[in-house]
């Protein structure tokens, strides 16, 4: 039975409901007919030379910018926030725990490069981009239920989830991943769209929390599957455009790329266009900027904090542990069935501070030039040989010959920050005062500053007091808000071009739907619910 329709989604134009009619949604079967699939890497400024290094100096920088371990990292229960974290006012929120998660799981639908040597000088054009450069969540779906039918239920529509969840009282339907059952000491591999989606448990239980969305789309929205990913893959493209871009690159850069916006929803991306002054397309078709995923879009490893409290009933645990992996968050492996996620303490719910003791919503941490610890140590799991990630970055960036931060501003018109502002470390009182410019690391760095960093040191600018959000910068902002908005343009079955009229079919409580209300609804949460 037809539960209801998605014509008239958003008020005007109109999207047929009836299994395979008016065209089956892309994605689906795109692998197997078409080469479009995988997606390309490019280059956004392709004149301008490579910056020049060398390893020995990118390792002491990637060793300077991972932070010396801390003791007891900002207890949550803590009644002033630690000036690690990226909070911000009562009006003007920080970026919660969530989004840093959100937006890793954002990278995992656009970009995959599993070619990720280090040993080789890489050449853009010739590197095929694993992930559709699209917000088609080809990271959930795979290849569809005719191609990878492991992923499915025996309908070929309801997506398959594994065991049940313990830990909250929030969310009774709690599941982590479908996995493999190998036999001895084989790893239970989850069967998902992207395996990197099981790096690490709160990723995998984002993951999991959009299968749940489908599957309760198809028990009470529409019937058909391709009905179905079309009313996910809209609803979450909302909330990555309206959502996830203006908390990460702040609402100015956000209203400068999307003017429509500023209009509150009554205009539309046809009536005032989006202006893209850097990202063009070639040839018609998108390709993945590698400023943007060897280097901007990268800016999420500052933001992730050494532990994090999943819910009321366990104990805060580091993101990685060497020595005791059972008790750390890493993941490719059964999720441990205490840990299902209390999504209000990674997004605010709107009933800000949650009711789960006297916890609070986990801020994530600031957006500068300094990575957490464990990063800096990695398992096998995750870094194979190459545990330090903030060194990865570096060297990919050089390997990948980015030009340097500086550059890039000036091709963006934007003036340089001078090398002496361009700082190695945290943005706190204390770093402000102490860190170390990184011209005095190594004189080669002078006016030469790889982008990743140049990024990252940008964002750090705005500190002044704990009283103010981190965003991206002019910079960063612009690669990352520009590379969002021509992806979402150039997708031809995006809400932007096939519906700009589109608005969330979901209940919502604020003034838009945010992450938090697709969670909330995707998972059935329970607010109130008391730990
Ligand atoms: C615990 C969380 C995370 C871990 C352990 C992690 C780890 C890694 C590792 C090991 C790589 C491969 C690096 C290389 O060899 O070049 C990588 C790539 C990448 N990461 Fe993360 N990451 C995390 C979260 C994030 C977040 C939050 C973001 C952005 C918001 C992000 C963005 C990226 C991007 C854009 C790439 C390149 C992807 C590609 O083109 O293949 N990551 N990450």
């Known amino acids: 039975m037809k539960k209801e329709s998605l014509t008239n989604i958003g008020g005007a134009a109109t999207i047929q409901t009836a299994s395979g009619h008016h065209g089956e949604v892309r994605g689906i079967n795109l692998s197997r007919r078409s080469s479009q699939f995988e997606g390309r890497f490019g280059r956004m400024f392709r004149t301008l030379p490579p910056a020049e290094f060398d390893k020995e100096m990118l390792d002491d920088l990637g060793d300077a910018m991972t932070a010396e371990a801390e003791d007891d990292p900002t207890p949550e229960t803590a009644a002033t926030p630690d000036d690690e974290e990226n909070i911000g006012t009562k009006r003007d929120p920080g ?30 054009d010739g590197l095929v981009d694993y992930r559709t450069p699209r917000f088609d969540l080809d990271c959930l ?6 191609d990878q039918p492991y992923l499915y239920r025996n309908d070929g529509k309801h997506m398959l989830l594994g065991d ?47 299968i749940r969305f489908h599957n309760r789309v198809l028990d009470e929205k529409v019937d058909s599957f391709s009905d179905a990913q079309r009313f996910v893959r809209w609803h979450y493209q909302w909330v990555v455009l309206y959502d996830f871009l203006p908390t990460i690159i702040g609402r100015d850069t956000f209203s400068e790329i999307l003017p429509h916006y500023a209009k ?6 046809v009536k005032d266009p989006p202006r893209l002054k850097f990202y063009k397309v070639k040839g018609n078709a998108p390709y993945m900027p590698i400023e943007f995923s ?29 020595r005791r992996k059972e008790e750390s968050l890493v993941g490719f492996r059964p999720t441990p069935e205490n840990l299902a996620i209390d999504w209000r303490l990674f997004f605010d719910m709107g009933n800000n501070p949650p009711r789960v003791g006297k916890k609070r919503v986990q801020p994530a941490y600031k957006i500068d030039t300094s990575l957490v610890n464990p990063l800096g140590r990695m398992p096998k799991s995750v870094g194979a040989n190459f545990p330090s990630l903030a060194q990865r970055n570096l060297l990919r960036g050089w390997r990948m010959q980015l030009p340097s931060g500086q550059d890039v501003a000036r091709a963006m018109g934007v003036t340089p920050i001078p090398d002496d502002r361009l700082k190695i470390g945290k943005a706190n009182h204390d770093g402000i005062k102490e860190n170390e410019p990184l011209v005095s690391r190594n004189a ?12 990252l040191a940008e964002a750090q600018q705005q ?19 520009e590379v969002f908005v021509g992806l979402m343009m150039e997708d031809s079955n995006s809400f932007l071009r096939q519906n700009p009229l589109f608005r969330p079919q979901l209940p919502f409580k604020g003034k838009d739907f945010k992450m938090a209300d697709l969670l909330t609804w995707a998972t059935k949460l329970k607010l109130n619910g008391r730990d």
């Not at 970026?95 to 050449?123: C, K, M, V, W």
Request: charged share 25%.
């Open 95 to 124: 970026i919660s725990a969530g989004y840093t998660y959100l937006g890793q799981f954002i990278d995992h639908d656009l970009t995959f490069d599993p070619a990720s040597s280090l040993e080789r000088e890489n050449d853009p």
């Open 141 to 146: 779906y795979g290849r569809g239920p005719d």
């Open 164 to 210: 049940k969840l313990k830990g909250t009282n929030s969310d009774s339907g709690a599941r982590g991943l479908p996995r493999n059952k190998p036999d001895d000491n084989e790893p239970a591999r989850a069967l998902i769209g992207d395996p990197r989606n099981d790096e690490n448990v709160i990723v995998s239980q984002l993951q999991a929390a959009m």
């Open 264 to 269: 509150g929803h009554k205009s539309n991306v």
């Open 294 to 322: 060897v280097a901007a879009y990268r800016f999420g490893h500052s933001m992730i904090r050494p532990l994090y409290r999943i819910n009321g009933s366990t104990e805060r645990l580091p993101v990685f542990s060497n």
């Open 444 to 455: 080669k760095f002078k006016d030469n500053a790889p982008l990743w960093f140049y990024i």
């Open 463 to 481: 500190f002044r007091k704990n009283d103010a959000p981190i965003r991206l910068g002019e910079v960063g902002g612009r690669i990352v808000g």
